[in-house]
């Protein structure tokens, strides 16, 4: 593993920083990317991953990964949407992400408003935990702070 450090306010394509590389893949540990198609989750959650000292950024689940110009987050947080489908498209990138990094890298939450027992095996094996909504600080950031180590 390889890590550089520079500015604590740099983008996520700013340049160097603290990221480090596994397997190849360039991943930034203080990264969250937080997709969704509600803007007001996607802020609520990105008010509680700043909370515990981490980078958010909010996209739509069809720009996600196009945004990060090549840098994997520690943390993917999907807003699943009243079915548990809006982010649907990125679990398969998510899982070639992870099977290119060799471990369970970026972890994944799944906020749902359902029952974690209607998800596809498929989708559950990319998913670390779900949250169920209302999405309430004391409740995901928890879970946040677990799945990047900083407990």
Known sequence: MTSTTSGPNDGPDSGPDHRITVGGIVVDPLLVLVAGKSRINAVVVSRIVERCGLRPVMEQPETAFRSLRGVLPALVILDGGTANA??????????????????????????????????????????????????LPEVLQPVVRRLVGAE
Do not use: W
Not at 100 to 111: D, E, K, Q, S, W
């Open 86 to 135: 809006d982010c649907a498209e990125l679990i398969e990138p998510l899982a070639r992400a992870r099977s290119a990094a060799g471990r369970p890298t970026p972890g994944v939450i799944l906020l749902s408003t359902g029952n974690f027992d209607a998800i596809d095996p498929a989708r559950a094996k990319v998913i670390d935990a779900v949250v169920s909504k209302p999405i």
